[in-house]
């Protein structure tokens, strides 16, 4: 049912996503470290079935993230998975550059990124590669990945630079955590990203863009009038920062062409874990980018 469809019937609809809106602000905690332990201290499961709303663990998006680090990141540099969250995608990247770090604002998801790490490396082989990931799998190298995660918060001055002291200069990967900070944490995040990437390193962000309002994101992930998703709700309790979009129009502004080469970009999709019981994926509108810095002039 469409929005043009019935006019009069949508904001008397989208008015009853309100109320539990100023609830969960009322809850939120002022601390964003505090917000993200917050959450992913009451996590039990994850993936497609679980509680993490953005923890679809789709093979299709995965092995397309995968191709697109592949091509556009220098393979004998680490990876580092800002906002890595339980680690999915750092392990997925890992055997296919010399090292990945993990690195998250949350002690608990950093905790949990380690468990699911060890409980991936004893579990037994698989005979056969997941659909979509069968080709990404040949090629890949057959000896233990390293993977790593520490706790760090990117958008702290000088992170990214502390971090290139330990590492090295890094290629560095975001799935959806710009789209939920504010400008001048966006800005300090590019800051440290740049700082790591150093000279051969590059970016390659995904964020969510969804076109439409707020109230119209959340219908998107099955809010329906006062009935919210249990991953959804998970999030609004927890005091977690509201998503807003990012797209071409944020790029340009925090990664300027003066200053970063936009090497690719386009749209894509980001894959929810199942709102309700019995569904399947939702697919939310996002964007992509490759980036690189330009090399600053030196002074003769």
């Known amino acids: 049912m469409s929005d043009r469809a019935w006019p009069q019937r949508v904001p008397w609809r989208r008015a009853l996503l309100v109320p539990t809106l100023l609830r969960a602000g009322l809850r939120a905690f002022r601390d964003r470290g505090g917000a993200w332990d917050r959450y992913w201290r ?26 697109l680090a592949r091509r556009a990141m220098e393979s004998t540099l680490p990876v580092v998975d800002v906002g890595c969250g339980n680690g999915r995608y750092t392990r997925a ?11 998250d604002v949350s002690a608990e998801a950093v905790a949990r990124a380690e468990r699911e790490t060890r409980a991936a490396l004893e579990a037994p082989l698989r005979t056969s590669a997941a659909p979509g990931e069968a080709g990404a799998a040949r090629g890949a ?3 233990p990945p390293r993977v790593s995660f520490r706790v760090l918060d990117m958008t702290v001055a000088g992170a990214g630079a502390r971090l290139r002291a330990e590492v090295g200069s890094a290629n560095v990967f975001v799935r959806g955590l710009f789209h939920t900070l504010d400008a001048a944490q966006r800005g300090r995040l590019a800051e440290s990203c ?3 990437i150093g000279e051969r390193g590059a970016l390659l962000l995904v964020e969510t863009d ?32 509201p998503p807003a979009r990012f797209g071409a129009r944020e790029l340009a502004l925090h990664f300027p062409e003066a200053s970063w ?3 690719e ?8 874990a199942a709102m309700r019981p019995g569904q399947t994926s939702t697919r939310i509108p996002a964007f992509f980018a490759v980036v690189r810095p330009r090399q600053r002039r030196r002074s003769p």
């Open 265 to 272: 970009s386009g749209s894509a999709e980001l894959c929810s």
């Open 93 to 103: 990247l890992a055997p296919w550059f010399t090292a990945a770090v993990g690195v």
């Open 194 to 196: 740049r700082a790591l």
């Open 141 to 143: 190298s057959s000896a």
């Open 42 to 67: 009451g996590i039990r499961q994850t993936g497609p079935d679980g509680e993490v709303l953005w923890d679809g663990d789709s093979a299709e998006e995965r092995g397309w993230t995968v191709g």
């Open 261 to 263: 080469e936009h090497v």
């Open 210 to 241: 969804f076109p439409g309002s707020a109230l119209a994101y959340l219908e998107l992930l099955g809010a329906r009038g006062g009935d919210y998703p249990a991953p959804l709700l998970r999030c609004l309790e927890a005091g977690l920062p």
